[in-house]
């Protein structure tokens, strides 16, 4: 399974951006798939999670009410959507997928992670 993150950018507080992530290689409608960040000196940390069907997703504190994770099967890609963006939010993110459903937000039980996407929220 290889991953693409893009929809990365410069956007001032308050703003919104739709990051994408397209999945190639084998299938992933039977993975998990998740958003995790980094900001500098900072470790990677979970943001959002969703299940191989769409039927659960998983939240960080940080980024409730104001991200969306989402899912789109057929055009195998994955979506997270920040609205209310903060300049705490600037951060590589990074997508992942995994088998199964369970643990969907320990990013150490995820298998295949892609490159990551900058965000840079100004204040």
């Known amino acids: 399974v290889q991953l693409q993150a893009s929809g990365g950018g410069l956007v001032q507080a308050g703003g919104s951006l739709r990051l994408s992530c397209a999945a190639s290689?084998?299938?992933?409608?039977?993975?998990?798939q998740g958003w995790f960040r980094q900001a500098p000196g900072e470790e990677r940390e979970f943001v959002a999670a969703?299940?191989?069907?769409?039927?659960?997703?998983n939240y960080a504190d940080s980024v409730k009410g104001r991200f969306t994770i989402s899912r789109d099967k057929v055009k195998r890609t994955l979506y997270l959507q920040m609205n209310s963006l903060k300049p705490e939010d600037t951060a590589v993110y990074y997508c992942?997928?995994?088998?199964?459903?369970?643990?969907?937000?320990?990013?150490?039980?995820?298998?295949?992670w892609g490159q990551g996407t900058q965000v840079t929220v100004s204040s």
């Open positions: 969703i299940t191989w069907d769409g039927g659960s997703t």
């Open positions: 290689g084998s299938t992933v409608s039977n993975h998990a």
């Open positions: 992942a997928a995994k088998l199964g459903s369970v643990y969907i937000s320990l990013q150490k039980t995820y298998n295949y």
